[in-house]
Every structure is written in C-alpha cells, then in structure tokens.
C-alpha cells in the first residue's frame, strides 16, 4: 500500500506563489511517475502536471504551462513530488490531488488511470 501526502495548500493574491509537495510513504514503488490534478467547486477533476520517476519528463495542461513546474526527488528512497506555481490567478483555486501511476508521462493523464491518490488540499487565490 502507498500513501501519498501532500503539504498543506494555502491562500494567496493573484499573481502570488505557493508550492505543494507529496510524499509517497509504505512501500517503495519504484518508476511510478507522480502528478498532480486538481478540482475547483462544480467542477471535474483535471489533469495540471506529470513528471516521470527521474522527473526529466514532464508534462503540464495547457492551463498551467509556463507558470507552474514539477518537479521529483527519488533520491535516497526519498518519493517526493513538488509543484511550484508562480503567477496564480483565481481560476487556479482548486483542491489539488497528488497521483501516483504506472503510465507514461507523455500519455494523456485521466483520473481513472491513476493508481493511487492523496487527500487532496486547498489553495485559494484572491483577486
């Protein structure tokens, strides 16, 4: 069994910054790529960002690209995950999901591919 983690979320102006992190716990699950989706109120889960195991692949929604970046620390049997999102606007406000799967990063990402899940946490950005 795999936990997965996520850091506490936050609440921002737009134009601000945060960063998440996810850390896999229990077992060691090794060349999983890990992402992140993320859910706003009324609306479906959406796929923001993969990274492979070695995290030199990625891959980001169009929404997202070029203001957020994940990253991957395998190192050490460290299984961390980090999204660092700069320039966040309001409809970046969502519950964001941490994801563990075995599926290249280059595929398209869908909720029911995923095989494991984080609980989820909060970010709100402001106007």
């Known amino acids: 069994q795999v936990n997965l983690v996520e850091s506490e979320g936050g609440s921002v102006q737009a134009g601000g910054s945060l960063r998440l992190s996810c850390e896999a716990r229990?077992?060691?699950?090794?060349?999983?790529?890990m992402g992140w989706f993320r859910q706003a109120p009324g609306k479906g889960r959406q796929f923001v960002a993969a990274?492979?195991?070695?995290?030199?692949?990625?891959?980001?929604a169009d929404a997202v690209r070029g203001r957020f970046t994940i990253s991957r620390d395998s190192a050490n049997a460290k299984n961390m995950a980090y999204l660092q999102m700069n320039d966040l606007r309001p409809e970046d406000a969502a519950t964001y999901y941490c994801?563990?799967?075995?599926?290249?990063?280059?595929?398209?990402?869908?909720?029911?591919?995923?095989?494991?899940w984080g609980q989820g946490t909060q970010v709100t950005v402001s106007s």
């Open positions: 994801v563990a799967a075995w599926r290249a990063v280059s595929s398209t990402w869908n909720e029911e591919d995923m095989d494991f």
């Open positions: 990274a492979s195991w070695g995290g030199d692949i990625t891959n980001y």
């Open positions: 229990g077992r060691r699950f090794s060349s999983y790529a």
